[in-house]
């Protein structure tokens, strides 16, 4: 059932363990900035729950609350963390490894850092060719690494004397994966744990164990992982929020950004090609054949759906769109993403765009995955259970109901989660129509 309008909402009372699937660039930078920003060393820029307004009521009301005081949400001081890596790092030693912040910010922030130890991972190699690492968790079959990861966060819970988890996928993009029939409901699923059947990936053994202790799950990553049918099944079981997939940073949020613009002008589009070249971990995991094309299907699929060649054929049929990512070491995090963008106007003479991004990816998830914690935890406490299509905003394939088609356009995204959000509180809905001021 929906949930209604004005419902109650728990309060954010005590401490909410972030427990993070990989300890790499993404989590770190996320870690070491909450941790900065508690400090008062930096802002946090980019995220919309810390920097975010929603605006209630009609434009001459002046209603503009920032959205932390308009929902209750968990305040950044009350975030512990905790992480599993197949590397022994603490935060510290990796946030150093992955090289997106400065020394000298990390320094002053080492103490707690390096109190953060990964826990043993549930890794296997067949689903990311290029790396391996020590820190692995052993056991008879995958429902029994699954039932030590349930005790762990558990564990876990009761150590840090937590009131509520959520937990986030920032791991490695595992290999390309279709539904498989044993996905299809949880029976069939455990009986394949049981039978270490290859069509259950680690970051599936993860999902059902943070779904089975109540825990919200958010995919950061492109891999199947959460968006089958058992695991769904299994949030609305368990009263858990779920989202997914692939946090929308760089180049797809510049798509996301642009195409939505060239369709309102009824502007043609001939071809897209995009490329990138990057360094880091992420970068060379993505250089195996198996993880690109999981996350090269996340990436094709934003254009067709924003600009619907089917209803515009004159505009859109058959446009040519090519995404490649390089490996390419010596720029470490800092991607470089280029777009060349073919479009037609007027009579239909030819026009370019040329967008060169220098980006540091890692800088735009983190305040992805701080906003993304806060608000699965937010709908845990209304009571919302299952996939959170309005936190499609954050993500390149946004997760929807079976059937139902995902929006990508960054504009009706945003107007979609701060219309749940108003929802949430009771209050009116914003159209735009407007016309009560000329009345
Ligand atoms: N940075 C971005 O802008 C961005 C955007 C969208 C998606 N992503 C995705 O987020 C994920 C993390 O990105 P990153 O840049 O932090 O990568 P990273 O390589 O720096 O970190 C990933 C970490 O996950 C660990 N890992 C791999 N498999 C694991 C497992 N089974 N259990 C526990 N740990 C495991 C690795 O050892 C590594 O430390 C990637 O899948 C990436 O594709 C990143």
């Known amino acids: 059932m929906p949930i209604k309008k004005g419902a109650e909402i728990a309060p954010a009372k005590g401490k909410l363990g972030v427990l993070l699937v990989g300890l790499g660039a993404v989590s770190t930078t996320f870690i070491a900035g909450v941790e900065a920003i508690k400090e008062d060393l930096a802002k946090p820029i980019g995220s919309l729950t810390q920097m975010g307004t929603v605006r209630l009521g009609k434009r001459t009301d002046n209603r503009v609350p920032a959205i932390k005081d308009f929902v209750p949400l968990a305040d950044l001081g009350d975030l512990i963390f905790g992480a599993w890596d ?38 296997d190699q067949t689903y990311v060719k290029r790396l391996s690492g020590t820190n692995v968790k052993t056991g008879k079959n995958k429902l029994e690494l699954a039932r030590q990861l349930i ?53 599936m053994i993860y ?32 009263g858990a929020p779920i989202c997914g997939k692939d946090f929308k940073t760089g180049q797809t949020l510049m798509k996301t950004i642009l195409a939505p613009g060239l369709k309102s002008r009824m502007l043609g589009l001939h071809g897209w090609y995009s ?37 515009y054929p004159q505009l ?47 800088i735009l998830a983190a305040p992805i995955v701080l906003d993304l914690a806060l608000f699965l935890d937010l709908a845990q406490r209304t009571g919302m259970k299952g996939v959170q299509e309005w936190l ?7 997760m929807t109901a079976p059937g139902l088609y995902p929006e990508h356009d960054i504009f009706i995204q945003l107007m979609k989660l701060k219309n749940t959000l108003r929802h949430l509180r009771g209050e009116d809905l914003i159209t735009h129509l407007g016309l009560e001021y000329y009345d």
């Open 316 to 362: 859109y049929k058959d446009f040519s769109h090519v995404v490649r990512i390089n490996y390419y070491p010596p720029r470490g995090d800092n991607k470089e993403g280029w777009d060349n963008i073919d479009i037609f106007g007027w009579l239909g003479y030819k026009m370019q765009i040329k967008i060169d991004f220098l980006c540091r990816d890692s």
């Open 392 to 398: 499609s905003f954050y993500f390149k394939s946004p």
């Open 151 to 203: 005790a762990e966060i558990a564990e876990f819970k009761r150590k840090h004397r937590c009131d509520r988890l959520v937990m986030i996928w920032a791991a490695s993009t595992e290999i390309f994966m279709k539904p498989h029939a044993v996905h299809r409901d949880l029976k069939s699923f455990e009986q394949a744990m049981r039978d270490n059947h290859k069509a259950i990936a680690p970051s």
């Open 207 to 238: 999902a059902y164990a943070a779904l089975k202790s109540g825990v919200p799950f958010a995919n950061g990553a492109p891999n199947l992982t959460v968006d089958i049918a058992a695991l769904m099944n299994l949030a609305n079981q368990n």
């Open 86 to 123: 197949i590397f022994p790092d603490s935060a510290y030693d990796a946030a150093v490894h992955a090289g997106v912040l400065e020394k000298e910010l990390l320094n002053k922030l080492r103490k707690p850092l390096q109190k953060i130890k990964p826990m043993t991972a549930v890794f």
């Open 275 to 311: 490329t990138n070249i990057l360094g880091n971990r992420d970068g060379e995991v993505l250089d195996d054949p198996d993880s690109f094309k999981t996350k090269e299907e996340s990436k094709l699929s934003v254009l067709e759906y924003i600009l619907q060649p089917e209803v």
